[in-house]
């Protein structure tokens, strides 16, 4: 079965270039730029893997990860996180918020690619 | 052991340096070694021809000898004790130290001094990244148009065909992203590079202002001399935007009416006698104590009174006027201190608050604080007046009785524990947080 992957982030560029890349993996890629309405486009799409910018208009994405993660029926969603700050700091914050993985702007595609192919098959 | 009895260990020192042996000296200088000896172990005084034939030899003046080493170096050594009180440092025997060991009480003090250097650029640049939204947003920008060129740069790169209309996108993402990068990498090297001139083109224009006033030394002598505020701000404001200059002219209005009401050569009089004491000015003036805080804060350098420091907040505690001074400083965007009686002063408006403060984690001197809140207008029919706060800031004075009380700078860079008003952990490590 088609496994899903659900991307918020609100960088045009970004996302055209993660979407084609997951896309020409076999992914089927929904996306979404607003971090208010967020988690109601998610609880819709429900997909395999959700891929969450931190800084986002309207909410950051450690507010929305804690929310999903309050929710049953998001609780065990993989999440990998972008974020353009990297330090230890902001990866504590993410761990502490439940994610799955966590990127640094600017990530390689095939970093990329690897991390999302371990959290849909499964593993973290 | 007081500096005079160690004549005798400063010997030894130097003679030690120039390798040369206690038997050599001791013959040159004409003196038996073991007396020699007993000299060099302070057991012995020594003065008169001995101490010059033997300051001869090894080639230094005899005060170097008798005296050691020199004031500031002690006074250089005792603050950094102080600073570190925790390393158990013997105070008592600080000039033994300094006597004996020359280069290794320069270097300590040297450090310490350095040090000091670098807490002061650590304390700027943490305010400037922890709260310069403009700074986080530039970067933000950057590293995200970055991750954008350096995806789609690594698809075309990638071996195989890809869709010509893929390929077509991809390109004119990188170049519309290449020419995003360019002018926001360009935009943040200029206001990098502009801190603390007058026109940083990315700088807020509420910043631009206030280089201005700074290096003009806070004493704008046009308005003084009755010059239109409207034109002085076209002349001075030139190289700034059009909203800095917008509030570069609504200082300079506000400016020479505290000029008008208080003019320079009877105010220069006035603070021969009522010094920086705002309340006094204001009695003699009769004005406002607000009034009489900004003229104070505005006169030249050179007045009688000295220097005082200022800040105004709004009623929601933004700054709109600031003048540190080094022993206070005060940092940008409203990420001060919840103690400061600034904001007291906002709870309680038309009293004026006076406290002496003292910096937490700071070596410097305690200051006075005077500050007080008023309507920022006239009042209005059916209308709640809006406040805005002064607060004056002297160096205290010597006599005062009052205990200082502590005060920080910016939580982040504040050692103050407990702290009630803490807002976030500090860079210094806050137990309790």
């Known amino acids: 079965m088609l496994k899903r992957v659900m991307l918020i982030e609100d960088e045009p560029n970004i996302i055209e270039a993660i979407s084609f890349i997951l896309s020409r993996e076999g992914l089927a890629v929904d996306t979404h730029s607003d971090g208010t309405t967020a988690n109601d486009r998610l609880r819709a799409c429900r997909p395999d893997l959700l891929i969450l910018d931190v800084m986002l208009p309207g909410k950051s994405g450690y507010d929305i990860l804690r929310e999903l993660r309050e929710d049953a029926d998001t609780a065990e969603l993989p999440v990998l996180m972008l974020t353009a700050r990297g330090q230890s700091r902001d990866r504590e914050m993410a761990e502490r918020a439940g994610v799955s993985a966590f990127m640094t702007k600017p990530f390689s595609n095939a970093e990329m690619l690897a991390t999302v192919r371990t959290l849909v098959a499964g593993g973290v | 052991m007081a500096r005079d009895t160690l004549t005798g260990s400063r010997i030894r020192e130097r003679r030690i340096i120039l390798g040369m042996k206690q038997a050599e000296l001791a013959r040159r200088s004409e003196i038996s070694a073991s007396y020699l000896n007993l000299i060099e172990h302070n057991r012995r005084r020594i003065g008169g021809k001995l101490l010059l034939d033997i300051a001869e030899i090894l080639g230094v003046e005899p005060s170097m000898l008798t005296e050691g080493a020199e004031a500031a170096l002690i006074a250089a050594l005792r603050e950094a004790a102080l600073h570190a009180q925790s390393s158990g440092a013997e105070l008592d025997r600080l000039d033994e130290f300094a006597g004996r060991f020359p280069g290794w009480a320069r270097l300590l003090a040297d450090s310490r001094a350095r040090i000091e250097t670098l807490e002061r650029s650590v304390e700027a640049l943490t305010d400037r990244l922890a709260h310069d939204p403009h700074l986080a947003d530039a970067l933000h920008e950057m590293l995200s148009t970055v991750t954008a060129i350096r995806s789609a740069a690594s698809i075309l790169a990638e071996p195989g065909e890809i869709d010509p209309d893929w390929q077509r996108r991809f390109h004119r993402n990188i170049y519309e ?9 360009r935009s943040l090297a200029s206001y990098l590079e502009a801190e603390g001139k007058a026109a940083a083109e990315s700088g807020t224009p509420q910043e631009e202002v206030e280089a201005l006033f700074e290096a003009a030394d806070y004493h704008i002598a046009p308005l003084d001399a009755g010059g239109l ?3 002085v701000a076209q002349e001075l404001g030139a190289a700034l935007s059009p909203t800095a200059r917008a509030l570069l002219r609504r200082a300079f209005e506000r400016y020479a009416a505290d000029a008008a009401a208080l003019p320079l050569p009877q105010v220069l009089e006035a603070v021969v006698v009522t010094g920086t004491d705002p309340l006094a000015l204001a009695r003699r003036f009769g004005t406002d104590p607000a009034r009489a805080m900004r003229r104070l804060a505005t006169l030249p350098p050179s007045a009688p009174c000295g220097q005082v420091g200022l800040a105004i907040c709004d009623a929601s505690g933004v700054f709109t006027f ?10 940008r965007f409203g990420a001060d201190c919840p103690l400061w009686p600034l904001f007291a002063a906002l709870s309680r408006p038309m009293s004026v608050l006076s406290r ?8 410097s001197g305690a200051v006075t604080a005077i500050a007080f809140a008023q309507p920022a207008g006239p009042p209005e029919i059916n209308r709640e007046p809006v406040f805005e706060a002064h607060m004056m800031i002297a160096p205290a004075r010597a006599r005062t009785e009052e205990r200082p009380e502590e005060v920080g700078v910016t939580c982040r860079i504040c050692p103050r524990a407990p702290c009630p008003a803490r807002r976030e952990p500090s860079l210094l490590g806050e137990p309790g947080f």
């Not at chain 2, 600031?322 to 940092?331: E, G, H, Q, S, V």
């Not at chain 2, 002496?356 to 070596?363: I, N, T, Y």
Request: proline share 17%; hydrophobic share 30%; glycine share 6%.
């Open chain 2, 356 to 363: 002496v403060l003292h910096s937490a984690g700071r070596q």
């Open chain 2, 177 to 185: 992203d290449s020419a995003r990068l360019a002018e926001s990498s």
């Open chain 2, 229 to 231: 505020p409207g034109e």
């Open chain 2, 322 to 331: 600031r003048k540190p001074l080094p022993d206070f400083p005060i940092p």
